[in-house]
């Protein structure tokens, strides 16, 4: 197949540092060139996935700083770029919307964030035209009127993620500098349980910066402490020396990146029940679900003791690249099978 992949504007493919969603797309254009098909990565000049690339801006907009022009002018060239295409992949919110000016083109989209009140309304009113993806069971069943054309987890390719053995002596927070992901709640934890935290966060925008000043940085001592965003090669190393990733999410996180790459380096998941949490956390196993602080506490305590390797299979069997490309596949041939504008729709009409 021919598949075009829209990927957003906001940070390059594969991201520097933080960046769920376009280290998701790097993943997955890697493996659907390994399976043979021809990918078309519509993103910015700044990204280095190895797949054939097409933009329209030469560097990365940042989150936060553009705007729905910006995001209008990306999609037009990405579409232009993709005619000709079997099947269009859109991670974009305005892209959906406009392919509606191009008929007898397939497009797919997936919604990498929750399914609530801001955006429940624009899915309910494309998803009869353009198939909707959801990345956990929980997030689908958030979908209230609309019609979820299928739920793939998220997935990593394992290799890129060496075992650690958990010999540093400290938990790991990794994240968004945000209330929702639970900071200061991971800080008050290690503090009573007397357990080193180290806190990598992206801070960059204003109400990131508040946060941290206000609810984190009081919280901070010698043996919790801020290093900062860090770069992949630093975020593994630090994944990897981890006793465990302490998660204490309070929101319906529709999945959780960090957890399987955490998983993957071997490192236990201490985190809470929301969202997609449970999906990916065997609680006793590969991590502890917790639904209170005093269980944060107590985790912490016990997940040194986990099986590392249990930790890494669990990733390599249900979170690979693999399986998620797979499923990727098999829903666009399906898709491409019932599409009317296709060869494929229509050869199965005149069979019919």
């Not at 010698?222 to 020396?241: F, H, M, N, S």
């Not at 959780?256 to 380096?265: D, N």
């Not at 991590?287 to 602080?293: A, E, K, V």
Request: proline share 7%.
């Amino acid at each position: 197949m021919r598949i075009a992949i829209v990927a957003p504007p906001w940070l390059p493919v594969p991201p520097g540092g933080y960046g769920g969603t376009e280290a998701v797309l790097d993943t997955l254009a890697r493996g659907l060139v390994a399976r043979g098909h021809d990918v078309l990565l519509c993103t910015t000049g700044d990204s280095t996935c190895p797949v054939e690339r097409t933009w329209v801006f030469g560097s990365a907009l940042g989150i936060g700083t553009g705007g729905s022009v910006s995001e209008i002018r990306h999609v037009i060239h990405a579409y232009d770029a993709a005619a000709g295409s079997d099947i269009v992949h859109d991670h974009t919110l305005v892209g959906p919307l406009y392919s509606a000016a191009i008929p007898g083109l397939p497009v797919v989209t997936t919604n990498h964030g929750p399914f609530g009140p801001e955006l429940i309304d624009f899915y309910r009113a494309i998803a009869p035209r353009v198939p909707v993806i959801a990345i956990s069971r929980h997030q689908a069943s958030t979908a209230i009127g609309v019609e979820i054309a299928a739920t793939i987890h998220h997935g990593i390719d394992v290799d890129e993620f060496p075992v650690g053995r958990g010999a540093g002596g400290y938990a790991l927070f990794l994240g968004r500098m945000h209330p929702g992901k639970g900071v200061d709640a991971a800080a008050r934890a290690a503090r009573a349980a007397g357990v080193p935290l180290r806190i990598a966060g992206k801070m960059r925008e204003p109400d990131e910066i508040a946060y941290f000043d206000a609810q984190v940085r009081p919280l901070l001592s010698a043996e919790i402490t801020y290093v900062g965003e860090v770069e992949r090669d630093e975020k593994v190393a630090l994944l990897g020396d981890a006793m465990c990733l302490l998660n204490p999410i309070v929101w319906p996180e529709p999945f959780g990146m960090v957890m399987i790459e955490a998983l993957a380096c071997g490192t236990p998941v201490v985190t809470t029940r929301f969202g997609a949490a449970p999906e990916i956390v065997d609680d006793g196993v590969v991590g502890y679900l917790c639904d209170s602080g005093p269980e944060l506490e107590r985790s912490l305590l016990r997940a040194g003791g986990l099986d590392r390797a249990a930790c890494r299979r669990h990733v390599a069997e249900r979170f690979s690249a693999t399986r998620m490309v797979d499923e990727h596949v098999a829903l666009y041939e399906r898709l491409l099978a019932g599409h009317p504008g296709t060869l494929a729709g229509a050869s199965m009409r005149g069979a019919a």
